[in-house]
């Protein structure tokens, strides 16, 4: 179903790449969602995100608070294969404020990324008083 809906965020993509959880947090959970989900949406999958400190849960937190809270905590892997001129898909489960993925794709980009796009599984929508 996802492929059929991000069919236009998949079109002329390279590869997938899902966003990483914290190594403990994967461990205790036991997978990471964004990358099953990745592994089915048609294109090659690149799992070459590494998540660099364990952040506060982004759900948990304010709208305003989540981008700080993810800032810098994304590289790429030293083993990982160059992404030069390439456009990739970050792939999650969820997106709110959009700081996440934001996030991710810094190091991407940095690294020779031509483009970054995005396509989630579901759109919380954040509404204040």
């Given at each position: 179903?996802?492929?059929?809906?991000?069919?236009?965020?998949l079109a002329g993509a390279d590869a997938v790449v899902p966003v990483?959880?914290?190594?403990?947090?994967e461990r205790s959970r036991?997978?990471?969602?964004?990358?099953?989900?990745?592994?089915?949406?048609?294109?090659?999958?690149?799992?070459i995100l590494r998540r660099t400190r364990r952040t506060?849960?982004?759900a948990d937190l304010p709208a305003a608070r989540r981008h700080a809270n993810v800032r810098g905590a994304f590289v790429i892997k030293?083993?990982?294969?160059?992404?030069?001129g390439l456009t990739l898909?970050?792939?999650d489960d969820v997106s709110t404020t959009g700081a996440t993925l934001n996030a991710c794709a810094a190091p991407l980009l940095a690294a020779g990324a031509t483009e970054?796009?995005?396509l989630t599984a579901a759109r919380a929508m954040v509404r204040s008083r």
């Open positions: 179903m996802l492929r059929t809906a991000g069919v236009d965020v990483p959880l914290h190594a403990s947090r036991g997978f990471n969602q964004a990358r099953e989900i990745a592994r089915h949406v048609g294109l090659p999958h690149m799992d506060a849960v982004q030293g083993s990982a294969p160059p992404v030069d898909v970050l792939v970054v796009r995005a």
